[in-house]
């Protein structure tokens, strides 16, 4: 029987409280009052965002290095009004690494460079750019997940939030609240990277995007004795700990002469079968150029998060029937520059434009959304988007190989050795990443003791990510009971030795032998990265939204 809900209607429904749709939701009141000002045609939408975060910013996870141009083009006065800005880039070095070694770029080719950039810190900036939206009068809901599309007479007409109060086998408990539906003319998706509401939604409007193609950043902020660094200094590295068929990299920002930002980025392709995110940054950080940085340091806080790295190729249309698509839930990101939140928050401008027409003429159809793509096509978003569109490509066959590709981009851009990806159903999982079976590497990975100094295990690191759920709730991690039987158990930990062991950074999936092999798992721990849904070599997890409120309390991620 269909579940009895509350229902509340908007005229406009923003999902994520990311760069994409707080740019998005800000540049449309904008918008709104500018004309406001001007006409007797007065617009008043009802406009809300909401998040399934339990503050505004406590997903939020990036480097960060932000490119400001979409950023002067939608608030230019952001400096004035406060915006959490740590530092502008001073100097910056690329640098190959060996494992005690290293060997800096004797200069950074223009397209890598980070001139004129600034260094934030992407959850302060979140929980900023939220009270902004909010003091436009936009309706912010923090601890709410949007769980289920609405899709009424072929068109997604709103969504349904998270059920609160049901225990661990899906019963109620005292003060259960079945999910909000919330209603909406237009629902602007922008859940970053891997959204489980896109997901879903590619179920019921599939496109021909070729798959999209993910990496996972792991990384950790340190407080560090003063005279070491100056503030707006900036490395990236290559090589170590990757090895040289495996694609990867490390950096290193200084937010201020005392707190930096240190992380990896670890492919997640069918070249690094036994990724290990965490483990990666714990290696980077014994390498004498961050180890003698971070000495009596100390880490306060550390997260995970995945990153979508197919580029143009792989983007998905910006539109659909009743939503829009923004940031990383299209998959808008520059690869070659390790960059998307410039590109995140240009296409919340271009959604802000195109709902603002749409209220003007009070026509929310599918044709007068569909003009977001061409305000994307001609727009700077798309011209960096094209010209980086086969970076990525270029390592797949390995660093050296990629190294020269990548050169000889930067004087013929987009020039690529392989073909444009096949084209598959859009959102598809990859159910078979083409991975190299390894179960015996699998066993024989050197264990890593960390020294809880500078290195840490996965249980300490998520001491410091804020991480909490509401333990007694249905676990959001779904795998069903006939794959854990013959697929984890048997098939993967033939093929594979479960590398969900490895990948998932805060240690949610363990495999017991006592009293009889079965799969364990942590939901409580999720970092809400989506590394595994993306990793998982066979596609049986499926990941979904835990009570809203849960997951990781980033601070200054
Ligand atoms: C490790 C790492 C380092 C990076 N470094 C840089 C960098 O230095 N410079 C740069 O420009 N880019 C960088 N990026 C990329 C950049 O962070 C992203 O491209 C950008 O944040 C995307 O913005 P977004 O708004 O699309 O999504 P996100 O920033 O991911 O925000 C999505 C929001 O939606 C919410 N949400 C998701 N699903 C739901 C749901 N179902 N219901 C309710 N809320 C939901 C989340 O809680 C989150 O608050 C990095 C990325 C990673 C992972
Ligand atoms: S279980 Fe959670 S933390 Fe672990 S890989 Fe999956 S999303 Fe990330």
């Given at each position: 029987m269909?579940?009895?809900?509350?229902?509340?209607?908007?005229d406009i429904?923003?999902?994520?409280?990311?760069?994409?749709?707080?740019?998005?939701?800000?540049?449309?009141?904008?918008?709104?009052?500018r004309?406001?000002a001007?006409s007797?045609?007065?617009?008043?939408p009802t406009?809300?965002?909401?998040?399934?975060?339990r503050?505004?910013g406590a997903?939020?996870l990036?480097?960060?290095l932000l490119?400001?141009?979409a950023?002067?083009e939608?608030f230019p006065?952001?400096r004035e009004q406060?915006?959490?800005?740590?530092?502008?880039?001073t100097?910056?070095?690329?640098?190959?690494?060996q494992s005690?070694r290293?060997f800096?770029?004797?200069?950074?080719?223009?397209?890598f460079?980070?001139?004129n950039?600034?260094?934030?810190?992407?959850?302060?900036?979140?929980?900023?750019?939220?009270?902004?939206?909010?003091?436009e009068?936009?309706?912010?809901?923090?601890?709410?997940?949007?769980a289920?599309?609405?899709?009424?007479?072929?068109?997604?007409?709103?969504i349904?939030?998270?059920d609160?109060?049901?225990?661990?086998n899906g019963?109620?408990k005292g003060?259960?609240?079945?999910?909000?539906?919330l209603?909406?003319?237009?629902t602007?998706?922008?859940e970053?990277?891997?959204?489980?509401l896109?997901r879903q939604?590619?179920?019921h409007?599939?496109?021909?995007a070729p798959?999209q193609?993910?990496e996972?950043?792991?990384?950790e902020?340190?407080?560090?004795?003063?005279?070491r660094?100056?503030?707006?200094e900036?490395?990236?590295?290559?090589g170590?700990?990757?090895e040289a068929d495996v694609?990867?990299?490390?950096?290193?920002?200084?937010?201020?002469?005392?707190l930096?930002?240190?992380g990896?980025i670890?492919?997640?392709g069918?070249d690094a079968p036994?990724?290990?995110?965490?483990?990666n940054l714990?290696?980077f950080?014994?390498?004498?150029?961050?180890?003698?940085t971070?000495k009596?340091?100390q880490?306060v806080?550390?997260?995970?998060?995945?990153?979508?790295?197919?580029?143009?190729?792989?983007m998905?249309?910006?539109?659909?029937?009743?939503y829009?698509?923004?940031?990383?839930?299209?998959?808008?990101?520059?690869?070659?520059?390790?960059k998307?939140?410039?590109?995140a928050m240009?296409?919340?401008i271009?959604?802000?434009?195109t709902?603002?027409?749409a209220?003007?003429h009070?026509?929310?159809?599918?044709?007068?959304?569909?003009?977001?793509?061409?305000?994307?096509?001609?727009s700077?978003?798309y011209d960096e988007?094209?010209?980086?569109r086969?970076?990525?490509?270029?390592f797949?066959n390995?660093?050296?190989?990629g190294?020269?590709?990548?050169?000889?981009?930067l004087?013929?851009p987009g020039?690529?050795?392989?073909?444009?990806?096949?084209s598959l159903?859009g959102?598809s999982?990859?159910?078979?990443r083409g991975?190299k079976?390894?179960?015996?590497?699998?066993a024989?990975?050197?264990?890593f003791?960390?020294d809880?100094?500078?290195?840490f295990?996965?249980e300490?690191?998520?001491?410091?990510?804020g991480?909490?759920?509401?333990?007694n709730q249905?676990?959001?991690?779904?795998?069903?009971?006939e794959?854990?039987?013959?697929?984890c158990?048997?098939?993967?930990?033939t093929?594979?030795?479960n590398?969900?062991?490895h990948?998932?950074?805060?240690?949610v999936?363990?495999?017991?032998?006592?009293?009889v092999?079965?799969?364990r798992?942590?939901?409580?721990?999720?970092l809400?990265?989506?590394?595994c849904?993306?990793?998982?070599?066979?596609?049986?997890?499926?990941w979904?939204?835990?009570?809203g409120?849960?997951?990781?309390?980033?601070?200054?991620?």
């Amino acid at each position: 029987m269909e579940q009895e809900r509350e229902s509340l209607e908007f005229d406009i429904i923003f999902v994520g409280a990311g760069p994409a749709n707080l740019t998005s939701a800000i540049h449309l009141q904008h918008l709104i009052k500018r004309h406001n000002a001007q006409s007797a045609n007065l617009l008043e939408p009802t406009i809300a965002v909401i998040d399934k975060g339990r503050y505004a910013g406590a997903h939020l996870l990036s480097g960060a290095l932000l490119d400001p141009k979409a950023l002067d083009e939608f608030f230019p006065d952001y400096r004035e009004q406060g915006c959490p800005i740590e530092a502008t880039v001073t100097n910056e070095s690329l640098w190959f690494l060996q494992s005690k070694r290293k060997f800096p770029l004797p200069f950074i080719p223009e397209k890598f460079s980070n001139k004129n950039s600034l260094i934030v810190s992407l959850s302060r900036l979140g929980t900023w750019m939220a009270e902004k939206a909010e003091e436009e009068g936009i309706q912010l809901f923090d601890n709410t997940a949007a769980a289920v599309p609405f899709i009424e007479n072929g068109r997604l007409s709103g969504i349904i939030t998270d059920d609160k109060g049901l225990d661990k086998n899906g019963y109620k408990k005292g003060g259960y609240e079945p999910g909000l539906l919330l209603k909406s003319k237009v629902t602007v998706i922008g859940e970053g990277s891997d959204g489980s509401l896109t997901r879903q939604l590619g179920k019921h409007f599939p496109t021909h995007a070729p798959a999209q193609r993910y990496e996972s950043g792991v990384k950790e902020t340190w407080q560090i004795p003063e005279g070491r660094v100056i503030a707006g200094e900036v490395h990236h590295t290559f090589g170590f700990p990757f090895e040289a068929d495996v694609y990867g990299g490390g950096w290193f920002y200084a937010l201020s002469p005392t707190l930096v930002s240190i992380g990896c980025i670890s492919s997640l392709g069918p070249d690094a079968p036994l990724c290990d995110p965490h483990l990666n940054l714990q290696r980077f950080k014994l390498h004498p150029l961050m180890a003698n940085t971070l000495k009596f340091g100390q880490m306060v806080e550390a997260g995970a998060r995945t990153i979508t790295s197919g580029g143009l190729d792989t983007m998905l249309p910006l539109f659909g029937p009743g939503y829009l698509l923004t940031g990383e839930s299209a998959g808008v990101v520059n690869m070659q520059r390790h960059k998307g939140i410039h590109l995140a928050m240009k296409s919340g401008i271009i959604a802000a434009e195109t709902l603002f027409e749409a209220l003007l003429h009070n026509d929310f159809s599918t044709e007068r959304l569909k003009s977001c793509e061409e305000r994307f096509r001609n727009s700077w978003a798309y011209d960096e988007l094209y010209a980086a569109r086969n970076y990525r490509k270029a390592f797949d066959n390995g660093l050296y190989p990629g190294l020269i590709q990548a050169g000889l981009q930067l004087s013929f851009p987009g020039l690529s050795t392989k073909k444009t990806q096949r084209s598959l159903p859009g959102f598809s999982p990859l159910p078979n990443r083409g991975l190299k079976k390894n179960k015996g590497a699998a066993a024989s990975i050197p264990e890593f003791r960390s020294d809880g100094i500078r290195t840490f295990s996965k249980e300490r690191s998520l001491f410091n990510s804020g991480v909490m759920h509401e333990e007694n709730q249905p676990c959001h991690l779904r795998i069903k009971t006939e794959d854990v039987a013959e697929i984890c158990l048997k098939k993967c930990a033939t093929e594979f030795g479960n590398p969900c062991q490895h990948f998932c950074p805060a240690a949610v999936y363990e495999i017991i032998t006592d009293p009889v092999p079965a799969l364990r798992l942590n939901p409580s721990n999720c970092l809400h990265c989506k590394t595994c849904e993306v990793a998982d070599p066979y596609g049986v997890i499926t990941w979904t939204v835990p009570e809203g409120g849960g997951g990781p309390g980033y601070k200054v991620s």
